[in-house]
Structure formats: structure tokens, C-alpha cells
């Protein structure tokens, strides 16, 4: 059995990429296929990025890659979770050198693409097509059907749309565009050990390298406070997360994976006179936040 397939990197599995993917169910059942997402290692930008600065300094420009809405890992469970039967996953810098022809040759010959949907802005190939009659020629010449998808109803949700409210602390917007709450997954380190001092411990999250954080705050999560940002009442030298879990009363979690569920923001983190004034704080963040975790 073939497959009817669209491309993408996905970043966030978001309501757009929800719609998207609906209509390739749709498409696929009515073709008597398969369904698959044709999606790439890392961030096209990313890949792009990383050869201009290669290209103008390449002994002293560092790697920067772009910060992404989900890890490769969280990727592939959302897109999964969607019922989709199959992901094929390229390397964006060895597929960027094709034309449209040539992507869409392998994708037909090594894959089974029969059908592709093609989002209302999405585009590929080296070649630059602009035109959705010239994939859809092409397609026909290689044994790909293209079938356009327009625009997601309610209008467009972009994952950099997503990545631009979470940096403004902007939870409730970006989970209204994602469609759930903003997950940070990440193993419990050592911190500086102020919250036991204080009698709130808390678990220090190191999130994956890739991931994007949020903009420095206080967030209510699903049965945690959580702070985010560099801890000015000590004067730390580095942007750390730690979550206190108000109904945990286990062991502690070093080593352990936990997974933070960002449902609002609470306040800016700011400076306080003393540990006792934010001792204070913190159980009053703890009382705003009741409801809510």
C-alpha cells in the first residue's frame, strides 16, 4: 500500500499542522492509502543559518541553532498521537541541494508517495517553485497526484508565531495556538540548594539543549510552581528552572525525568530584599496559583 503524504518540519505539532494533518487522513481514507509526514532532521533555518556564517567566518562563528518548540523525541510523539501510520525522516542539508523533481522522484520511488498535500505556504526545492500548478505537473510526471490544502479556519498559527509568545511570557496565547499546554521535559540536577533552605525544595529541570524557554518568570504548571530565569535574590550567573511540587513528598528526583505543563504566568521573577521577603512571595504565588494546579 502507498502513501499520501505532506512535508514539513513540525515544530510543536500545532493546530495549523493539526489541520494539515486532518486533511491527509481525510485524503488518505478516501485514496485507500496510508498516511505519512515527509519531515527533516533539524530546522531548515537552522541548516541555512549555520552555512552563511560557515561561509563568511568559518574559523571563529559558532553553531547557533534555532530553539525549537519540541525535541526530535517530542516531535515524533505528537505526529504519532495524530494516528499518522508512517514518518520519513530526511536530512534537511542533503535534500536541499534537490529540485522539486528530484525530491519529489525519491519520494515516489523510495517511499510510495502517491499522494501530496501541499500546504497553502509551503514550498520546496532548490529550484524555488512558486506556482502549485508547476508541483502539480511535476508530481504527474513521477507518479505524485499534489492536492493543495488552504489555510487552517480561524487563521494562521505559525510555530514562530509560538516561539514569539513564549518568549514574551505569553503562555495562555501559546498554548491557545498549540492546542495544549507548553511541555518542558528535562533530567533533575543539583542546584544551589536554596529552596530547601527556605522550605520550598524545588527540582532544578535541565531541559534539552534545542528546546526553547520561555521568557524569565513565575508559571503555574500542572501540580508545580514554577520559576524560570537566573534567580536575582542570590544572583545566579545562569538561567535555571526549578519546580516545587506543593503534594510531593517522596524521595528526591536527581536523575529522574519530569515533565513541566505550562498552563499561565504568574508574575515577572524580580529581586527580593531578603530570603524572607521571598519566602513571602513564593507562598503567596502558591495561594494565587491554587486553583489552577
Do not use: W
Amino acid at each position: 500500500m502507498g502513501y499520501a503524504a505532506t512535508i514539513g518540519f513540525f515544530d510543536g505539532v500545532h493546530k495549523g499542522h493539526r489541520f494539515l494533518l486532518g486533511e491527509l487522513h481525510r485524503v488518505a481514507a478516501e485514496e485507500g492509502l496510508q498516511s505519512a509526514v515527509i519531515t527533516f532532521d533539524e530546522h531548515p533555518e537552522t541548516v541555512l543559518g549555520r552555512n552563511l556564517k560557515t561561509s563568511l567566518q568559518p574559523s571563529t562563528e559558532e553553531r547557533e541553532d534555532k530553539p525549537l518548540l519540541t525535541t526530535p523525541e517530542e516531535r515524533a510523539a505528537l505526529l504519532k498521537e495524530t494516528g499518522i501510520d508512517e514518518i520519513f525522516l530526511f536530512r534537511f542539508d542533503v535534500i536541499r541541494q534537490m529540485t522539486a523533481a528530484e525530491f519529489m522522484a525519491v519520494l515516489h520511488e523510495r517511499c510510495g508517495v502517491e499522494v501530496l498535500l501541499m500546504g497553502y505556504d509551503h514550498r520546496f526545492g532548490s529550484d524555488r517553485l512558486t506556482n502549485i500548478a508547476d508541483y502539480a505537473a511535476l508530481g504527474q510526471s513521477v507518479g505524485i497526484a499534489v492536492v493543495p490544502v488552504a489555510e487552517a479556519p480561524g487563521g494562521t498559527v505559525s510555530s514562530s508565531k509560538i516561539r514569539k509568545a513564549l518568549l514574551a511570557g505569553d503562555i495562555t496565547a501559546a498554548n491557545a495556538m498549540l492546542g495544549y499546554a507548553y511541555t518542558l521535559s528535562g533530567t533533575v540536577v543539583h542546584g544551589n540548594g536554596l529552596g530547601h533552605t527556605i522550605g520550598f525544595p524545588t527540582a532544578n529541570i535541565q531541559p534539552a539543549a534545542c528546546k526553547l524557554i520561555p521568557a524569565a518568570g513565575v508559571y503555574a504548571a500542572e501540580g508545580a510552581l514554577v520559576n524560570i530565569g537566573t534567580n536575582p535574590t542570590v544572583g545566579n550567573d545562569h538561567v535555571t528552572i526549578e519546580a516545587y511540587f506543593p503534594d510531593y513528598h517522596g524521595a528526591d528526583l536527581y536523575g529522574q525525568t519530569v515533565s513541566l505543563r505550562l498552563l499561565r504566568r504568574i508574575r515577572e521573577e524580580r529581586k527580593f530584599a531578603s530570603l524572607d521577603e521571598l519566602k513571602n512571595q513564593i507562598q503567596s504565588d502558591l495561594e494565587s496559583i491554587k486553583q489552577t494546579i
